[in-house]
Nanobody
Framework: VQLQASGGGLVQGGGSLRLSCVAS????????IAWFRQAPGKEREFVAA????????YVADSAKGRSTISRDNAKNTVYLQMHSLKAEDTAVYYC????????????????WGQGTQVTVSS
């Protein structure tokens, strides 16, 4: 499974950004796709995940109300829409693939994509 993340950039505080993750590979549809982020000097943390086969999505408490995860099965693409961005949202955002579950941490991830930098100016 290959994961290609894009959509990061520089945005002003309060702004919005949509990240995209294109999944490819023969078994890509067997995995749920998640977004993690890692700020400088901090551990990688879970943001949101969505399943391909069933309408299931899970957003971390820290992101609820400001982030929405969705998917386009025809395009094999998962989106992370973020609103009301804050300086503390500045991080490298990674998409990842794993079996669906309600517990999400780095140890469960089977495949990682490259990161996309999100920088929020205050």
């Amino acid at each position: 499974v290959q994961l290609q993340a894009s959509g990061g950039g520089l945005v002003q505080g309060g702004g919005s950004l949509r990240l995209s993750c294109v999944a490819s590979g023969r078994t890509a549809s067997s995995y749920a796709i998640a977004w993690f982020r890692q700020a400088p000097g901090k551990e990688r943390e879970f943001v949101a995940a969505v399943n391909w086969r069933v309408e299931q999505a899970y957003v971390a408490d820290s992101a609820k109300g400001r982030s929405t995860i969705s998917r386009d099965n025809a395009k094999n693409t998962v989106y992370l829409q973020m609103h009301s961005l804050k300086a503390e949202d500045t991080a490298v955002y990674y998409c990842a693939a794993a079996a669906w579950g309600r517990t999400w941490n780095s140890e469960r991830i089977r495949y990682w994509g490259q990161g996309t930098q999100v920088t929020v100016s205050s």
